[in-house]
């Protein structure tokens, strides 16, 4: 069978079920939850994989799942991916009370999208017209966030990476996949309903401690501030901005996560926590030595004691296949309009697709239907069907694309060479850190 007619009979059944995969979206909207913590969410996904008669492996990297659905032939396979995972915007007024969790990135229309795709792919047959096999992937903590959370996971070996998408490298999971198709949600403009390509910044992340001695605030010669000596970290590092170039699109941006123990009490226990972002991560690794210098002035300052804890981030996002965007590309605009499409350009947050794109062809393009900044409280969803329904039939006709007519499409796709092995990733994330930590 044709592409053509395996699209148009899964694009049939994705709008049969329409509302379905809207409430889907809103129910996890309304249920956010932090990484690594997606329990709800991934009950829901899992049940939706059962209700498929689709066999899953559940309970990867903590919470996420891998359902696979069998092609006639399995000459390739390729993941579409989906983020269980929401962010910390308290002021959210969809935020959970207690965690302060919200989907203000807005990846509950991913999942939607995702169980979307396959409820399409399923119950329409076309399977039996695939050369190759689909595996389905609900991927945790995607948001970078509770970083002592993480580190102490990491500590008990329950984890390797902040991200989930690493962590799924790191078991294995992805060791069958040759290729990776997702989205992320976007703001509708002025003509423009999608995005295609672009670049984001990566990260080595830090978190900080400073350890000075306690005194009576009343009589505080004999004591060290060890706030006092963060506070001047904080300004040895904003005096090195200056000297980061604007090609490189260096962020620095640290919090202070404890400030002491009590206002009587002079500091002797202050933490924070940082990301230092870049476009390359010859340009993270810089600023990252940089960054260390100022902090350990800070506490040199005034006699006190810093530790700095090193921590793999992501890497930049700087490999969009470009038969992967040709494709999906092709599918958005057949659905909305070219005129509704454009490139996206480079961006200076991270996102751990950028690691996945280092071991294999992979796409990240972006789907309108939302409004507001992402990550504050003004984020929500203003086109449904945009948000769900166009994003899984895009996402379901590429797969078609990739995987009809004898999978031409991905095994040329998964021809492609320059891609790091799975050891020379973990490897590279050892090394940098490593270094990451040393004196200029």
Known sequence: MKKASLKDKVCKVIEQNAQRIIDIGTQVWKNPELGYKEYKTAALVEKTWEELGLPFESQLARTGSKALLKGEESKTTVALMGELDAVICPEHPCADTETGAAHSCAHHAQIAALLG?????????????????????????????????????????????????????????????DMTVMFHSTNNKRNVKAMVGGTSNGFIAKLIKYKGREAHAGSPSGGINALNAAM????????????????????????????????????????????????????????????NRALKAGAMAVGAEVEIIEIPGFYPRNKNDEILNSIFRSNISALIGEENVDEKGHGAGSSDIGDVMQ????????????????????????????????????????????????????????????YMSK?????????????????E
């Open 232 to 291: 001047m970290g904080l300004q040895g590092i904003h005096a090195q901005r200056e000297t980061f170039k604007d090609s490189d699109c260096i962020r620095i941006h640290p919090i202070i996560t404890k400030g002491g123990d009590l206002v009587n009490i002079i500091p002797a226990d202050v933490r924070l926590e940082t990301f230092v972002r870049g476009k390359s991560m010859k340009a993270v690794m810089s600023a990252a030595r940089k960054t």
């Open 117 to 177: 795709a396959a409820i399409g792919l399923v119950r329409s047959g076309v399977s039996e017209h695939l050369s190759g096999d689909i595996a389905f992937m609900a991927v945790p903590a995607e948001e970078p966030v509770e970083m002592e959370f993480r580190q102490r996971l990491r500590e008990k070996g329950e984890i390797g990476f902040l991200g989930g998408k690493q962590e799924m490298i790191r078991i294995g999971a992805l060791d069958d996949v």
């Open 423 to 439: 050891t020379e990733y973990l490897d590279y994330w050892s090394e940098i850190t490593e270094q990451a930590g040393r004196e």
């Open 359 to 418: 071991i294999m062809p992979a796409v990240h393009p972006y789907i309108g239907g939302m409004k507001g900044s992402g990550h504050t409280k003004e984020r929500r969803v203003v086109d449904e069907y945009l948000a769900y329904i166009v994003s899984a039939k895009s996402m379901a006709m590429t797969l078609i694309d990739l995987l009809a007519e004898g999978a031409e499409k991905g095994l040329q796709v998964k021809a492609q060479q320059g």
